[in-house]
């Protein structure tokens, strides 16, 4: 285990062992941070959208320009 993943999982012990209201506010104080809230957003998303088919990004952009030539 990488040091960054050993780290990772002493915080998430330390958060599963909080209470349920020292949960909340430990996250509440989180979200308060601009920027570390849509990081956080943001990696819900791309767990939720995990087992979504996807495509190469540059299929996805020769599509783009086929449409707006169209339209």
Known sequence: MKA???????????????SKAEKEAVI?????????????LDLALIQQR?????RP???YLAERRK???KG
Do not use: N
Not at 7 to 15: G, H, I, K, S, W
Not at 50 to 54: D, F, R, Y
């Open 4 to 18: 960054v993943e050993s780290r990772a999982e002493v915080y998430l012990m330390a958060l599963q062992s909080l």
């Open 28 to 40: 509440a104080r989180l979200l308060e941070d601009a920027k570390l809230r849509e990081d956080i």
């Open 50 to 54: 995990q087992g979504e088919p996807s």
């Open 57 to 59: 990004f540059r299929e």
């Open 67 to 69: 449409q707006a030539r």
